[in-house]
T-cell receptor, first 112, second 113 residues
Framework: RKEVEQDPGPFNVPEGATVAFNCTYSNSASQSFFWYRQDCRKEPKLLMSVYSSGNEDGRFTAQLNRASQYISLLIRDSKLSDSATYLCVVTYGSSNTGKLIFGQGTTLQVKP | DAMVIQNPRYQVTQFGKPVTLSCSQTLNHNVMYWYQQKSSQAPKLLFHYYDKDFNNEADTPDNFQSRRPNTSFCFLDIRSPGLGDAAMYLC????????????FGPGTRLTVT
């Protein structure tokens, strides 16, 4: 079983749609959670951290369910520029040795 | 702008011919990482340096080596590239181990012929 699992998609949605991605992780000791964005043939970039209480950044909302070991990302009012691969990332280990474990990513295509 | 730079962006090498990929950073971060990413797959951590302390992942083949001569530079050496080593190689940095964010370079796409 992969440590971080995501539905690879692709998710094809029209502009203005709301789309949600889920991610599950296997290690209950995971400590920190993130969503990274990776554009085609580019490097990953941090989109947002995910907190237990849930957090929002503009059109993006991230939620964490520790009991069920899943993380979600909601994108409202999708834009063409949101087309990318969204990588779910977790860390575990002590605070000074933790490393990032990436999911394979979920691809989003927003169409006019 | 402070950043992570990788050279070259595209590298073609022959089967079995050693190749070196380079990474430099102007962020003055303590930690530098090398990841391998194949098409439609997650980035896979190969190793990282915490300052001069080298940390190899258990499943990283011996064919892959790394050097960090100073804070700013880190090299990935592939001693005898095989066809299966064709991938995007990403360098990343973080201020400290366990830091919440890693900053990635643009990657080097390696082709093995």
């Amino acid at each position: 079983r992969k440590e971080v699992e995501q539905d690879p998609g692709p998710f094809n949605v029209p502009e203005g749609a709301t789309v949600a991605f889920n991610c599950t992780y296997s290690n209950s000791a995971s400590q920190s959670f993130f969503w990274y964005r990776q554009d085609c043939r580019k490097e990953p970039k941090l989109l947002m951290s995910v907190y237990s209480s849930g957090n929002e950044d503009g059109r993006f909302t991230a939620q964490l369910n520790r009991a069920s070991q899943y993380i979600s990302l909601l994108i409202r009012d999708s834009k063409l520029s949101d087309s990318a691969t969204y990588l779910c990332v977790v860390t575990y280990g002590s605070s000074n040795t933790g490393k990032l474990i990436f999911g394979q990513g979920t691809t989003l295509q927003v169409k006019p | 702008d402070a950043m992570v730079i990788q050279n070259p962006r595209y590298q073609v090498t022959q089967f079995g011919k050693p190749v070196t990929l380079s990474c430099s950073q102007t962020l003055n971060h303590n930690v530098m990482y090398w990841y391998q990413q194949k098409s439609s797959q997650a980035p896979k951590l190969l190793f990282h340096y915490y300052d001069k302390d080298f940390n190899n992942e258990a499943d990283t083949p011996d064919n892959f080596q790394s050097r960090r001569p100073n804070t700013s530079f880190c090299f990935l050496d592939i001693r005898s590239p095989g066809l299966g080593d064709a991938a995007m190689y990403l360098c990343a940095t973080s201020r400290d181990r366990g830091a919440r964010e890693q900053y990635f370079g643009p990657g080097t796409r390696l082709t093995v012929t």
